[in-house]
């Protein structure tokens, strides 16, 4: 049986994970200009920052539990099975790296 | 940090002439793991403590209002600094930068023409230096000494030689070393 080759806008999907991860830092590090620009109260920010950097979690998340499922369709064969597992490892990188850079700065002094 | 730095460099140094000289050491590891332990756990063993000690350093020199350190102003120029001690009178210094041992001091950070960053590696902390506007970078150096220190933002075809030297005195010395060295630019200038 053919290998069936792998649609190529499915490569995108090694993007994916850290596409999000950017959406975290620009918009954690909008959320703290603003509030610190605007002098909010320091619970009020960090719980801005808190639900922001959940939301990406969140999505981080259910892209991995969605693409473990394989839902997308990476072909048949040797190459989708690569890229499959490709995909779910930069996701979990993606989620790693989120928790480890951007939770800890939440515990930290908000604004000076 | 160098130790550590030493300790990384020996365990890397030890495997790889383990596996020249008797080949096949290790293979009862699966590359997977070889991979795992190594790619994975070395790093984050050796990264998040840095990166804990890092945030809380950071976090101890955070110029945060309240507190009342010296100040010191660093203005930039293609491709110089000057100092200005404004707890000293009018006192300046030209690419050598003074300041005193054993407590924290908030560098007032501006430039004259283009964007510069200051940077003095030793003392950590580095902030760019922005026509227009003023940074605040606290540092603090625990012993008296020389130490170096650097433009770390391309401004410019001279910007690699846009150093200046930092001079960190005994905090009972700082304010007559500071006065000689200003009075010392003063009669050069004559």
């Excluded at chain 1, 597992?85 to 515990?107: F, K, Y």
């Excluded at chain 2, 997977?32 to 790619?39: A, D, I, Q, Y």
């Excluded at chain 2, 000293?88 to 407590?103: D, F, N, R, S």
Aim: with cysteine; charged share 15%.
């Amino acid at each position: 049986m053919r290998e069936r080759p792998v649609p190529s806008r499915q490569l995108w999907w090694l993007a994916a994970g850290f596409t999000v991860w950017c959406s975290a830092l620009v918009v954690l590090y909008a959320i703290q200009g603003i509030g610190c620009a605007f002098a909010w109260p320091t619970g009020t920010l960090r719980l801005w920052l808190a639900v922001a950097l959940l939301v990406h979690l969140i999505v981080l998340g259910w892209m991995w539990r969605d693409i473990a499922r394989a839902s997308p369709d990476f072909g048949s064969g040797p190459t989708g099975a690569l890229l499959h597992w490709a995909v779910v490892a930069t996701l979990i990188t993606a989620l790693v790296a989120t928790v480890i850079t951007l939770g800890p700065p939440l515990l930290l002094t908000a604004c000076i | 940090m160098l130790a550590g730095s030493a300790i990384l460099f020996l365990l890397v140094m030890t495997l790889f002439v383990l596996v020249i000289r008797r080949p096949g050491w290790g293979s009862s590891v699966s590359p997977e793991r070889w991979l795992v332990l190594g790619g994975l756990v070395l790093p984050a063993v050796v990264l998040l403590p840095l990166i804990a000690y890092a945030m809380i350093a950071g976090e101890r020199l955070l110029p945060l209002p309240g507190q009342a350190p010296a100040r010191i102003e660093a203005i930039g120029r293609q491709w110089a600094w000057t100092f200005r001690y404004p707890d000293h009178g009018a006192t300046e210094t030209k690419g050598v930068l003074h300041m005193p041992a054993g407590a924290p001091v908030d560098i007032l950070v501006s430039s004259q023409d283009v964007i510069h960053a200051f940077w003095i590696p030793r003392l950590a902390g580095k902030i760019d230096a922005v026509p227009g506007h003023v940074n605040r970078l606290r540092i603090q150096a625990d012993q008296p000494g020389r130490y170096a220190g650097q433009c770390s933002e391309f401004c410019g075809l001279d910007h690699a030689s846009m150093r200046f030297d930092v001079v960190v005195h005994r905090p009972e010395e700082f304010s007559a070393a500071l006065a000689r060295a200003a009075a010392s630019e003063g009669s050069q200038k004559k």
